[in-house]
């Protein structure tokens, strides 16, 4: 039997979802969770959706679905996931997992306790460089230090992205978290034990950061330098990348190679730069791998666990940056 999708939003990432799910085999995209018809309406007629509701409730009133998928502003993560979660629907929520840890763990709770699958979609876990660049880290020994960027150069979102109720964070939450994931995957998902952090609100008027620096100590004791950032007037590169320095070598994304002390050991060879920053494979393979967790009863990677963890760093960057101290994660 074909499993059925439902989508919760009908905005940017939606779409992408949306054009994911089409991508897949035995799956039928079946309902649309959108506040707003004149959101709605559009794109279930884009992608030849039967069912449109505009509370979670009423998705879930009328059933018939096995999995929700979450892209809807952040400060709806948390309550949509645990009531999909309750009624036994498998998850995938968008990054950043939910506004703040507490959310985070009640939405591991409620996944563990209805046995519904949770997944976070920390979509840089599925990008081919990144894979790559992944799968060349014990060429470069030991580990010690990383250093990446989420960062928009004259540009940032607006609307509710900018409202600290609605999004909960800014350009941290947004563009730092993707930075801080891909650094602790490639590190092979370590411990935070301290973070230090000056975020700030430094080039418009709106309520949430625009501008970070986190450096994040794991329990492998390697360290992360992270940028944050939107409107910036310069970026390193592409919107997003990151650098790995081992003890033998070094390894980057964006181009991607990886080189020992003196000169270049392999290029991962893929078009650089790319057509699209953010391709459409990386979320197709992402939504591949949550239905193959539902369908092999696995805990996803990257899951409440990676989502929670991220949060924690998060939370205590803030902190950090209103203590003017560092802070130690238990
Ligand atoms: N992984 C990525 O590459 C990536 C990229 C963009 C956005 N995101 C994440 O996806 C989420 C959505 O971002 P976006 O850019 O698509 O935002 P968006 O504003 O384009 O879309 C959000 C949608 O949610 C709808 N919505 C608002 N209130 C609602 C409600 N109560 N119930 C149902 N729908 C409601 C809006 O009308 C809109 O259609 C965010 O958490 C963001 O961080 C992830």
New binding site residues.
């Given amino acids: 039997m074909k499993m059925k999708i439902a989508i ?9 979802h949306a054009q994911a799910v089409k991508a897949q085999k035995d799956v039928e995209l079946v309902a649309v ?4 018809p004149k ?2 309406k559009p ?1 279930a007629k884009k992608y030849n959706i039967l069912h449109q509701y ?3 409730e009423d998705l879930l009133k009328e059933g018939g679905v096995d999995a929700l998928v ?5 400060a ?2 948390a309550p ?1 996931a645990i009531a999909a979660l309750k009624a036994g629907l498998h998850v995938m ?4 997992m939910a506004m703040n840890v507490s959310e985070a763990e009640q939405m591991m709770k409620a996944s563990q306790k209805y046995g519904a699958r949770l997944m976070v ?3 840089w876990r599925f990008d081919r460089d990144v894979l790559w660049l992944k799968a060349q880290t014990g060429k470069l020994g030991k580990i010690i230090r990383t250093k990446s960027y989420g960062v928009h150069v004259n540009w940032g ?1 607006s ?3 900018t409202q600290k109720k609605h ?1 909960g964070g800014g350009a941290m ?2 563009m730092g978290i ?1 930075a801080l994931d891909t650094a602790r995957f490639l590190l092979g998902d370590p411990k935070p034990v301290s973070v230090y952090a000056k975020i700030g609100t430094y080039y418009k008027n709106f309520d949430v950061d625009d501008t970070g620096v986190i450096i994040v100590e794991w329990d492998n004791d390697a360290i992360s330098y992270i940028e944050s950032g939107w409107w910036q007037p310069h970026a390193d590169g592409l919107e997003a990348a990151t650098q790995l320095y081992g003890i033998k070598g070094f390894g980057q994304l964006f181009p991607t190679f990886i080189k020992d002390r003196h000169e270049r050991l392999k290029d991962a060879g893929f078009p650089f730069p790319r057509e699209e920053h ?1 391709p459409q494979s990386m ?1 197709d393979d992402q939504l591949a791998y949550f239905l193959d967790c539902i369908r092999r009863k696995r805990t996803p990677v990257p899951g409440g666990l990676e989502g929670l963890t991220n949060m924690r760093v998060v939370e205590a960057a803030y902190r950090s940056t209103k203590t003017h101290k560092v802070v130690e994660i238990g």
């Fill in positions: 919760a939003g009908a905005g940017y990432i939606a779409n992408i969770v959108e506040k707003f959101m709605s794109f505009e509370t979670i979450i892209g809807t502003p952040n709806l993560h949509q929520v968008e990054k950043p979609a920390h979509c979102p609307g509710w992205f999004a939450a947004d993707h953010c979320y």
